[in-house]
C-alpha cells in the first residue's frame, strides 16, 4: 500500500479474512486515471499477434486474476475472469499452445481452469516463469515416484498376502488328513505334493512347481484335491476316479466302438448316393 502511494499515487484499500488455515489479506488498488479504457475494451481488441505482448498479457492477467495450488496436493491452475469474451480468446490463446482448459462458473464469475500437470507446466512457460516450471517439476517428479512405489508395494504386499493364505490353508487341510489317517490312503501323486508343501509352507506355487520339477497347473490342481478331501467337496475314494494332472501333455483318447459306429453311420449315406450315380457322371 505504501508502494502503491508514493509511486502512482493510488490509494489502496485492503480486508483481512481469517480462516481456520490461514490469515489471507485482500487488497484493492483502483485504476489511475487514464487507463480506465484499457481494461474496459473488448478481448478481441485487447489481444495482440505479437508473441511477447501476448506473454505479457497472460504475464498479466494470472498475476491478477489467476492461481495455481503446489503440486504436492492436486494439479489445478485457473483464471477467475469477469466476461465470456475473456474466457474464450484466453482459452484460444491455450489452445494453440496444446493445453486444454476447462470452463466453469463460480460466484458469478467465468472460471477458465487447467487440471493436468503437462498443461499448468506448458502455461508457466508462456509466462516466462521459469523459476516456478522448475520448483513444480521437482515436487511433481517426487509425487510421480511417490505413487509408484506406493503402488508397487501394496501390489506386492496383496500377491504375498495372497500366498501365505492360501498356503496356510493348504498345509491345515493337509494335517487334518494326516490326523485323521486319511492321507496315508491317497494316491502317491497327492502325497508327495502334501509332502512338499508341508516341507516349503512359504513357496508360491511356481516356485513349488519348480522345485518339484512339475507344470504350474499339475501342482495346483492336486493341491486344490487335497484341500477338498479334507472340506469333504470330495470323498476320499473320488480322487481315483479323475486323473490327476501329472504336468506332462495328455495323449489324444483312443477311439472307441461307440465312436466308430457314429462314424460309420455318417459315412454311410454318401457311399449309397455316391453308388446311385451313373458312371459316367462318377468319372467326369
Given at each position: ?26 487488497i ?24 511477447c505482448?501476448?506473454k ?25 475472469l ?17 493445453v ?96 512338499a ?23 495346483n ?31 489324444a ?9 457314429v ?22
Amino acid at each position: 500500500m505504501r508502494l502503491a502511494r508514493q509511486l502512482g499515487g493510488i490509494e489502496a484499500k485492503y480486508q483481512a479474512a481469517k480462516s481456520a488455515k490461514q490469515m489471507t489479506f485482500f487488497i484493492e488498488l483502483p485504476l489511475p486515471r487514464g487507463l480506465e479504457q484499457q481494461f474496459t475494451q473488448p478481448a478481441a481488441r485487447a489481444c495482440t499477434e505479437s508473441p511477447c505482448d501476448r506473454k505479457a498479457m497472460l504475464r498479466g492477467l494470472f498475476m491478477g486474476c489467476g492461481s495455481v495450488n503446489a503440486p504436492s496436493a492436486r494439479y489445478h491452475l485457473e483464471f477467475v475472469l469477469s466476461t465470456p469474451g475473456w474466457t474464450a480468446k484466453l482459452g484460444r490463446l491455450l489452445q494453440d499452445h496444446g493445453v486444454r482448459a476447462g470452463v466453469t462458473e463460480r460466484a458469478g464469475h467465468q472460471v477458465l481452469y487447467v487440471k493436468d500437470g503437462d498443461g499448468i507446466v506448458r502455461t508457466l512457460s508462456l509466462m516466462g516463469a521459469s523459476r516456478a516450471v522448475m520448483e513444480f517439476e521437482n515436487v511433481r517428479v517426487v509425487r510421480e515416484v511417490s505413487g509408484q512405489v506406493n503402488r508397487r508395494l501394496n501390489f506386492e504386499t496383496a500377491n504375498i498376502d495372497k500366498t501365505i493364505g492360501s498356503a496356510m490353508r493348504q498345509v491345515a487341510a493337509i494335517d487334518q488328513l494326516d490326523r485323521s489317517g486319511r492321507l496315508a490312503e491317497l494316491s502317491p501323486a497327492l502325497r508327495e505334493v502334501a509332502q512338499a508343501r508341508r516341507a516349503s509352507p512359504d513357496l508360491n506355487l511356481a516356485e513349488l512347481a519348480t522345485s518339484m520339477r512339475l507344470s504350474k497347473s499339475a501342482v495346483n490342481h492336486r493341491l486344490r484335491r487335497l484341500v477338498d478331501i479334507a472340506e469333504g467337496v470330495v470323498g476320499e475314494g473320488d480322487e481315483e476316479d479323475g486323473p490327476v494332472d501329472s504336468g506332462r501333455p495328455a495323449a489324444a483318447p483312443a477311439a472307441t466302438p461307440a465312436r466308430e459306429q457314429v462314424q460309420a453311420s455318417r459315412e454311410a449315406p454318401r457311399a449309397v448316393a455316391w453308388a446311385r450315380e451313373p458312371a459316367a457322371a462318377r468319372l467326369a
